[in-house]
Every structure is written in structure tokens, then in C-alpha cells.
């Protein structure tokens, strides 16, 4: 996923040692733009159903 350090930074904000646990809109778009970028980004290979 490109940039997804920079699309992450405020989710990762939240997972520090001591870190005061706060969701809030800027965190609700992180998450929404991660979840689009991760399952619209392209895969490397496909999927072969018969190797299980």
C-alpha cells in the first residue's frame, strides 16, 4: 500500500506505551482511508484455490 506509514500515523499515535486512548473523527478517517487502501491495492499474485 503506498504511503501507509503517512495513512496509519494516527492510528499508531494510539497503540504507544502510555498512550491516552482517544477515537475520534481524524481516527475514524485513518481507518476508513486504510481499510479502502488495503483492499483496493493490487495483488501480487493470484489466488490458487486448489493448493488450499
Keep these: 500500500v503506498i504511503f501507509f ?3 496509519a ?3 499508531y ?3 504507544r506505551k502510555g498512550a491516552d486512548w482517544k477515537w475520534g ?3 475514524q478517517l485513518a481507518m476508513r482511508v486504510l481499510k479502502t487502501a488495503v483492499t ?3 495483488a501480487l499474485v ?7
Aim: aromatic share 10%.
Design 5 to 7: 506509514t503517512f495513512k
Design 25 to 27: 473523527a481524524d481516527q
Design 40 to 42: 483496493s491495492a493490487p
Design 9 to 11: 500515523k494516527l492510528l
Design 46 to 52: 493470484t489466488i490458487n484455490y486448489k493448493l488450499g
Design 13 to 15: 499515535k494510539l497503540i
